[in-house]
């Protein structure tokens, strides 16, 4: 996979705003600090992060899900059935955020108001369809939706 500019850039940032979320939460004072912290100017911020916290909070879930696709990778999901294979797919995703709990939980509560309910459907949304993906679903109808809503509705 390649690396964009702002994906390196969002990154950096990320790597120093996550201690940050923990007291602070994911605040646009804190991600100023953050990003005053990793040395990026207005541009680089823009570039990474053209929403601010919002994308943040995408690229931190990104990150987590590139993680528990490695992890999948890793695994023999051939001689699992389909509900070992989403199951494994759920401990990938949870076991790629175990290490950044209360950014998660931080993430979770923003994502409740309604004003960023849509970005947060959104990113579970895909999480969703990375792990039934993984775990080999091809359906193209209805139980595509309906597979993935039931999922997304558990997910943090």
């Known amino acids: 996979m390649t690396v964009t500019p702002s994906q390196k850039l969002r990154r950096r ?10 007291f602070d939460g994911w605040t646009e004072a804190a991600a100023a600090r953050a990003a005053k912290q990793a040395g990026l ?12 916290v919002i994308d943040l909070i995408d690229g931190f879930f990104e990150d987590a899900g590139e993680a528990a696709k490695a992890d999948l990778a890793l695994q023999d999901l051939s ?22 709990r209360e950014a998660v939980r931080r993430a979770v509560s923003r994502g ?21 993906e993984a775990a ?3 359906a193209e109808d209805y139980n595509r939706y309906s597979k993935r809503g039931l999922l997304t509705a558990i997910l943090p």
Do not use: C, S
């Open 79 to 100: 001689a699992m059935r389909i509900p070992d294979k989403v199951k494994a797919g759920v401990l990938a995703w949870l076991n790629a955020l175990e290490p950044n």
């Open 136 to 138: 080999g679903d091809t």
């Open 41 to 52: 100017g207005d541009g680089e911020q823009a570039l990474a992060a053209p929403r601010g």
């Open 13 to 22: 940032w990320l790597d120093a705003l996550l201690p940050e979320v923990a």
């Open 112 to 132: 409740m108001v309604p004003w960023n309910a849509g970005p947060a459907l959104q990113r579970g949304w895909a999480v969703a369809d990375f792990i039934w």
